[in-house]
């Protein structure tokens, strides 16, 4: 194994450890794998450890080769310790991922003191724009070496030593090839006075005589692709829609398996008519019916077909998704994808583009002087600079999770990103990414937004929207509130206080250089300033005193009221309180008006042209005027809007919003005024199977609609349930039946299961119940999203635990998930501030408003269990409520099978028979097109389940008849 094996570093020691999980005090170390490279020379270590608990299933398949019994005959730990620790002596350890390593030795074998150099964090130095550093990632991308996911200690040493080289090497050859020649490691020494002693630096320095050719597997590439053979085709872009119908161009390059669907061209004709004759339509594409294909199709080639026309104007179009994450989503994978299949890959540009708030400011990094005080912010500054170098990266949202966590990124966050407000891309000189994208806008034919940045949309002088594509637009009706709303926070405003004597620089000493520069026309007073900014935080201080002693705060929630519409016990404490948010007010402006005189008094108005100064202080005195014009509407009782305060759960502090109720005239006038064209599409759009309600909701009462019938057989692939003896969510035995019926289920389903809550906090009571219910078995119980993906190992019985935020965007087709149950039905409280004040003010019913958010919500839900023709399985609402209504109205709106009331163990009584007639149509399905001999249908089945994620497997022959199996159920068939 260690044939041909060299390192670039000398007296280090490579080591890794596979655990049975992640918590080093109830998991345990069942393999060390160790490298070690001692004045040059090369020996390995490797042993197994006896566990003295279960080992989960997943271990088993995650390290290929490991199986029950050498574990059960291996040396326990107290066996080994002593020779581990011999092995190792006093060297350096290099592990990937350190920080996991270090907390299990010291937990599990406490005598090891050695230093331990975490090679993860030498990658993200090195190479930070990376949006992944695992080592199989790593060891695809760096090297030329192949690497399957599967793991062992001793294997992984191995695989990080090579990682280690090739980082290295590839960084030497950056720093020859830079015009510079400034290497990394001088940089280091010359700039960070505290990363001097940083592990990795001395081993920045290449050796000398070092030669590269010793280390031929390092690929030099700055991200390898894996590309995709096309043949090449003639392609006809006038045909648009028609093209679904060639099925060569689509199944070009085998990545996927495309079937033409005339809906699917319905879909795509619709969308170019309402293009081309400038118009809005409201399209609902269910699950399944290939909507973002549809859309990107006409899209490019109407943009390619304008561009080669000189239509410029009509040759750019706009994509607006719901999240961040699907903006991704479309510019990684989907856009590049379609460009490639039609041939116009480089003929077109496209990218994505966020509010200013995403992106690293330059010139806000090297004046952050909090990274500049320890060597944990030395070693963020160094990730972050590097990161952002000549401009190519930027996007907070694209630095890797583990680097976002690890460089304590959200703690700096609010000091380095843009500021909306002093970021003025025309005249920034810095290599900035958000720049660079910005001066890219106007020859990009596709943009990707979201609907934050759609609402607000900053870049018309650049770009302006002409044809505009709004996907998963069902997230307009409640989002669209949070779009316009007006929000005074008592903690962001402090920190805005903070920065009149804190700041870098502060606004005292801009004010100090704007008043020299003009020949001191003024007198600055810090001790006034700091005589208002104090009369300001003691008016916060009072209010919150004032909301503890009146005990506002409740159980484990914020408190939460429309102000002038709280509940009857609480009106004279409502009112009671306006003279005190009037008195912070009051004391706000006193602020305003002594700055903004300070800054009359010095200045001219034709004087300012230009200064920065004059500028940075103008718009931070418009910011503390916006806050007093907040205080001040908030104050004002107005029919069209919704006052809502909030108060945090530990009164660390408070919230004051205005929420405007009529958001449909703001759609219109900041969305959509200036767009040509429109289209709105959903899985998700119809209520009460109408377009009425979103449609007067977003005031497109004129526009058109379509509808895509479903794509699959809910009602034959689904059930239903509303479950009548788990109790009401309020109920003191609620969460203890929840975690009983979930743990049930996952005994009958071996898991597959996603539940989600609509309180985060109920969702960790139910975490902690499950945890007691399966410890000692083979169920996992997750709450991450990053877990989602283990739901499709076949040999893992895993739940995962969701809140509001996976109520759509999970994506899990086949078996890998056959059960989403949902806590309790989605409605809004009566007390919910916008509720309230448009059923007082605008005279509707509760029912009228709550609704139709209601029915978007549970929509999106069932939508999470049918994503393929091969999918199935149980919708279970634990808590139905006890209105039948609206039972009845979500049975008609869901579009699937009557909603059946019943019993937990009915519903866990009809599991065995109605899963097993789905996973025998299934089956029949899978064997329906596959024609094969004997010898080759174990592989043909195998392959096609596989495709469509199904957990079957063939077992054999015997007696003309084939065996199949699916999870812990056996079929046979006929050979």
């Not at 997943?58 to 020779?83: H, Q």
């Not at 002594?594 to 500028?615: A, C, M, Q, S």
């Not at 957990?951 to 199996?965: A, S, V």
Request: proline letters at 2%; aromatic letters at 12%; hydrophobic letters at 35%.
């Amino acid at each position: 194994m260690i044939n041909n094996l060299n390192s670039i570093l000398n007296n280090v020691i490579y080591l890794d450890i596979e655990t049975t999980g992640l918590d080093e005090e109830s998991c345990e170390i069942i393999e060390i794998g160790a490298v070690k490279i001692k004045d040059s020379f090369i020996t390995t270590y490797n042993t197994l450890i006896k566990p003295k608990e279960r080992v989960p299933i997943s271990i088993y398949k995650l390290c290929v080769g490991l199986n029950e019994d050498d574990l059960l005959n291996a040396r326990s730990l107290e066996e080994i310790k002593n020779e581990v620790v011999e092995f190792l002596e006093d060297l350096p350890l290099i592990c990937h991922n350190g920080g996991f390593e270090k907390k299990f030795l010291s937990y599990h074998i406490p005598k090891i003191k050695n230093k331990i150099m975490d090679s993860m964090e030498l990658a993200t130095i090195l190479e930070p724009w990376r949006k992944e550093y695992n080592l199989d990632y790593l060891i695809k991308n760096v090297t030329n070496l192949d690497k399957n996911e599967l793991h062992r200690g001793l294997e992984d040493s191995i695989d990080t030593l090579k990682v280690v080289n090739a980082l290295l090497c590839r960084q030497w050859v950056r720093e020859e090839n830079t015009k510079s020649k400034k290497s990394l490691y001088n940089i280091i020494n010359k700039e960070y006075e505290f990363l001097k002693s940083w592990n990795w630096k001395e081993h920045l320095l290449k050796p000398i005589l070092f030669n590269p050719e010793e280390y031929s597997y390092v690929n030099y590439e700055e991200e390898k692709k894996d590309e995709i053979k096309l043949n090449k085709i003639k392609i006809d872009y006038d045909k648009f829609e028609e093209l679904l119908i060639n099925e060569d161009i689509w199944n070009n390059g085998g990545d996927f398996g495309y079937q033409y669907r005339e809906d699917q061209k319905n879909f795509s004709k619709k969308i170019r008519e309402n293009i081309e004759n400038e118009e809005r339509i409201f399209i609902e594409a269910p699950t399944g019916s290939g909507k973002t294909f549809a859309y990107l199709l006409i899209a490019l080639t109407k943009a390619y077909i304008n561009k080669k026309n000189k239509k410029l104007n009509d040759a750019s179009y706009f994509i607006s998704t719901n999240t961040k994450e699907l903006q991704n989503q479309l510019i990684d994978k989907d856009i590049p994808m379609l460009l490639k299949k039609l041939g116009l890959y480089g003929k077109l540009n496209y990218g994505a583009m966020k509010g200013k708030g995403n992106y690293i400011c330059i010139d806000r990094l090297n004046k952050c002087d909090q990274l500049k005080e320890s060597k944990e912010g030395n070693l963020t500054d160094l990730f972050l600079r590097r990161l952002c170098a000549e401009g190519k990266h930027g996007d907070i949202e694209n630095i890797s999770f583990w680097a976002y966590n690890h460089y304590e990124i959200e703690k700096y966050l609010k000091l380095i990103n843009c500021d909306n407000d002093s970021c003025n891309l025309d005249k920034c000189a810095k290599p900035c990414y958000l720049r660079k994208r910005y001066n890219e806008l106007p020859n990009e034919n596709i943009t990707v937004i979201n609907h934050s940045l759609l609402a607000c949309y900053p870049y018309s002088e650049k770009k302006k929207i002409n044809h505009l594509i709004i996907d998963e637009a069902h997230n307009l009706m409640e989002k669209c509130y949070d779009f316009f709303c007006e929000e005074f926070s008592s903690f962001d405003f402090i920190e805005l206080l903070n920065q009149i004597e804190k700041g870098h620089p502060s606004i005292y000493m801009q004010l100090r250089n704007l008043n020299a520069e003009f020949g001191y026309r003024e007198t600055i007073e810090l001790d006034k300033l700091k005589y208002l900014v104090e009369d300001i935080n003691t008016n916060i201080f009072i209010l919150i005193n004032e909301f503890r002693r009146m005990n506002l705060v409740e159980g484990k929630y914020n408190f939460v009221t429309e102000f002038f519409l709280p509940r009857e016990e609480l009106k004279a404490s409502m009112e009671a309180l306006s003279m005190q948010i009037s008195n912070l007010k009051e004391s706000i402006y006193r602020l305003y008006k002594v700055l903004n005189d300070y800054v009359k008094n010095i200045t001219l108005e034709d004087e300012t042209n230009g200064d920065k100064d004059y500028k940075n202080l103008s718009e931070y005195i418009k910011k503390i005027k916006d806050t007093f014009d907040i205080c001040d509407k908030f104050l004002e009782k107005s029919t069209f809007y919704a006052k809502e305060l909030e108060i945090e759960v530990d009164y660390n502090g408070f919230i004051i919003r205005n929420i405007p109720l009529n958001v449909g005239e703001l759609v219109n006038e900041h969305m959509l005024k200036e767009v040509k064209s429109t289209t709105f599409v959903s899985a998700t759009l119809r209520i009460e199977n109408s377009f009425e309600k979103i449609k007067k909701h977003l005031g497109q009462e004129n526009s058109k609609d379509f509808i895509i019938p479903p794509t699959f057989n809910l009602k034959q692939r689904t059930k239903i349930f509303a479950l009548n003896d788990i109790g009401s969510y309020d109920s003191p035995n609620y969460i203890k039946n929840i975690g009983e019926f979930i743990f049930n289920t996952a005994k009958k389903l071996n898991g597959h299961i996603l539940v989600l809550f609509n309180s985060n906090q109920r969702k960790q009571e139910v975490f902690e119940e499950l945890d007691l219910l399966t410890r000692g078995t083979k169920i996992e119980v997750h709450t991450n999203r990053k877990a989602i993906p283990a739901l499709n190992d076949k040999n893992r019985i895993v739940i995962v635990l969701g809140g509001q935020g996976f109520f759509e965007g999970i994506d899990v087709a086949g078996e890998g998930l056959t059960c989403v149950m949902l806590d309790k039905l989605p409605n809004r409280s009566i007390e919910y501030p916008i509720l309230k004040a448009i059923t007082t003010y605008e005279n509707r019913k509760y029912q009228d408003v709550n609704y139709p958010q209601l029915c978007i919500k549970l929509k999106q839900i069932y939508g999470r269990l049918i994503r393929s023709n091969f999918d199935y399985g149980y919708f279970i609402i634990l808590d139905p409520g006890k209105n039948a209504n609206t039972i009845r109205n979500i049975e008609r709106d869901l579009g699937g099978p009557d909603i059946q009331i019943s019993g937990c163990n009915r519903v866990l009584g009809y599991m065995d028979y109605d899963y097993g007639i789905w996973k025998k149509y299934n089956l029949s399905l899978l064997l329906k097109d596959i024609k094969s001999n004997e010898r080759d249908i174990e592989k043909d089945f195998n392959n096609e389940a596989k495709k469509h994620k199904m957990f079957w497997e063939f077992l054999g022959i015997k007696d003309n008849q084939c065996y199949f199996r699916n999870i812990n159920y056996n079929l046979k068939s006929k050979s």
